[in-house]
């Protein structure tokens, strides 16, 4: 599955440190098996390698494509101090700013990005009718919310002793996590391009965030005053996501892009 993952697109391998892990924890668990577990991992390698690499070494022989290379295409804008792509939070609307779009600048804060991109994809709804901006204004608002709340589930039931995963779920989710955010900020801060700050390239996150967001939200005391005002606030946020995202997405098949 690894291995066919990364024969459709090379970054499938970045669950290879968080599988890689689970390997190695296993390996020192299991003293008495490290023979029989090695003759596995090789077996493993000897399957997934080959055909995780194939396509990219196909085209290193054939037509000297460098591993990643990244052709120049979609929207360019001009290098921008680091502290901005971090820091800089204005926005005009909750859409995707982009010059055709007639917005004045294109989208530069990458948290920004992530977040619009994630609802938005990277179009401006707005355009094709005004009556879009009220629910993408609380759509905006709910998922903001909701990875705030589902940010810090994942640090907690990652990070802490008291969590409920066990330790080898800790560190595969850990890991994958810190590969995933690490990978995606290397590569939209990397580029003066609107496209790679698209959520599509973190997109696995929400998997792990998902995950975590649902253990933390069932382990809440009923009986905690301020944990049951976390309860209602994330099913709140739940709430008014799937209605606006309903609301948007319906409505959008009655007009032609």
Not at 78 to 102: C, I, K, N, Q, Y
Not at 127 to 143: D, H, K, Q, T, Y
Not at 175 to 198: G, H, K, R
Request: charged share 15%; proline share 4%; glycine share 6%.
């Amino acid at each position: 599955a690894i291995g066919l993952a990364m024969f459709a697109k090379l970054s499938g391998g970045m669950i290879a440190p968080a599988v890689a892990a689970l390997f190695l924890i296993k390996l020192i668990r299991e003293k008495g098996s490290r023979f029989r577990l090695m003759l596995q991992y090789v077996v493993f390698g000897v399957i997934c390698v080959p055909i995780g690499l194939f396509y990219t070494v196909r085209n290193i022989l054939l037509f000297d494509v460098p591993v990643n290379y990244i052709p120049e295409v979609g929207q360019q804008f001009t290098e921008l101090p680091f502290w901005t792509r971090l820091f800089d939070l204005h926005m005009d609307s909750v859409f995707p700013a982009m010059l055709e779009h007639g917005d004045a600048y294109y989208e530069h804060n990458v948290f920004l990005a992530l977040l619009k991109t994630s609802l938005f994809g990277e179009y401006n709804y707005a355009n094709m009718w005004r009556g879009f901006a009220i629910p993408a204004v609380f759509l905006f608002l709910a998922a903001a919310i909701l990875a705030l709340i589902a940010l810090f589930a994942t640090i907690r039931l990652i990070c802490f002793k008291s969590s409920p995963l066990a330790s080898e779920w800790r560190w595969f989710f850990g890991i994958l996590y810190a590969t995933l955010l690490f990978s995606y900020f290397q590569f939209a801060l990397s580029y003066s391009n609107f496209s790679a700050q698209d959520f599509r390239y973190i997109a696995l996150t929400i998997v792990v965030e998902s995950i975590m967001l649902g253990i933390y939200v069932d382990q809440l005391d009923p009986q905690n005053a301020r944990k049951q005002q976390i309860f209602r606030i994330t099913a709140g946020a739940d709430a008014l996501f799937c209605i606006c995202s309903f609301v948007i997405y319906f409505l959008l098949g009655f007009f032609k892009p």
